[in-house]
């Protein structure tokens, strides 16, 4: 995917995985990488939208924890104006 700037890229996270805990969103060359988690109520389904800060392109990954086991996705998000105080 392509953002125009990262100073605000959309991203959403949906999953059909029973039982889903926690969705933590992570964007590995960021300066924080860690962008946020989410605890989820048992009632709920496994879905988040948000948009982030990219200081560069990166990739972006997911990982949602569901009945004590971690799985995880990720996709890579080139920026053309980087955001994060970035040239």
């Given at each position: 995917d392509v953002a125009e700037s990262g100073d605000v890229v959309p991203v959403s996270v949906a999953t059909d995985l029973a039982?889903?805990?926690s969705i933590t969103l992570v964007a590995d060359n960021n300066p924080v990488p860690l962008i946020a988690t989410y605890r989820l109520a048992p009632?709920?389904?496994?879905?988040?939208?948000t948009r982030i800060k990219l200081a560069r392109s990166c990739n972006?990954?997911?990982?949602?924890?569901?009945e004590g086991k971690l799985h995880m996705a990720g996709k890579p998000v080139q920026v053309?104006?980087?955001?994060?105080?970035?040239?």
């Open positions: 039982k889903i805990e009632q709920v389904d496994g879905f988040v939208a972006v990954i997911a990982f949602a924890k569901s053309v104006m980087g955001g994060c105080g970035a040239d």
